[in-house]
């Protein structure tokens, strides 16, 4: 049987951060598991936001905006399943990941719904203690309505607190819940 692919996209631009953090130990859950894992750092990419010209509509998924979104397309299509994180920014996700997410507008609609059949996860913390308070609950709400739009599976959200970069690594039952994800997601 082939491989499983997980693709995991993290939405922070702190390179040692807390996604960071979680995605590695994601990562880790699913290699466990014998799956391949690639992991794409939209901070270091560049990717710009959808202009809404509707080409991809018009041909096929097909987008027209050249830039690294390019190099992530072929990848998403590929993908078994996809591990998105972020850091909460005002109550929400990363500009960096909102971003991403509408560049997939070309993923469906006329080509199809390409991301429907994918499983998904989510991982997301948060400077404030409270997930209510700090906006991780819009976030998840964001993701619930995604994957109902899409018809995909949502298999696990993480979420926690942490502030200053790989703070999050002093809350092992957060760490524990992104190795277990990247388990479900790498098998
Ligand atoms: C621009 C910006 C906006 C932020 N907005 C929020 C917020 O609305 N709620 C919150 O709880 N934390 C907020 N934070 C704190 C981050 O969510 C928190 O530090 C997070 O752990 C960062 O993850 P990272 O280390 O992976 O980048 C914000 C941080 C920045 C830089």
């Avoid at 509509?57 to 998403?76: F, R, S, T, W």
């Avoid at 972020?86 to 971003?99: E, R």
Wanted: proline fraction near 4%; include cysteine.
């Amino acid at each position: 049987m082939a491989e499983h692919y997980l693709v995991i996209v993290n939405g922070s631009p702190r390179r040692n951060g807390n996604c960071a953090v979680l995605v590695e130990q994601a990562a880790a859950g699913a290699r466990a598991n014998g799956a391949h894992v690639e992991i794409f750092n939209l901070g270091e990419l560049n990717i710009h936001p959808c202009d809404a010209c509707e080409s991809c509509q018009e041909a096929n998924g097909v987008c027209v905006i050249q830039d690294d979104m390019q190099k992530l397309y072929p990848h998403l299509r590929q993908a078994d399943a996809i591990l998105i994180a972020s850091p909460i920014y005002w109550f929400s996700v990363s500009a960096q990941t909102k971003i991403f997410i509408d560049r997939c507008y070309a993923l469906q609609g006329a080509v199809g719904n390409l991301l429907g059949a994918k499983r998904f996860g989510v991982m997301l913390t948060y400077g404030d203690v409270d997930p209510y308070t700090s906006g991780a609950v819009n976030a998840i709400r964001m993701f619930q309505d995604i994957m109902r739009y899409l018809e995909a599976d949502l298999v696990g959200l993480v979420y926690g607190s942490a502030n200053a970069p790989g703070e999050i690594r002093d809350r092992p039952e957060v760490l524990e819940q992104a190795y277990q994800l990247g388990q479900q997601l790498g098998s």
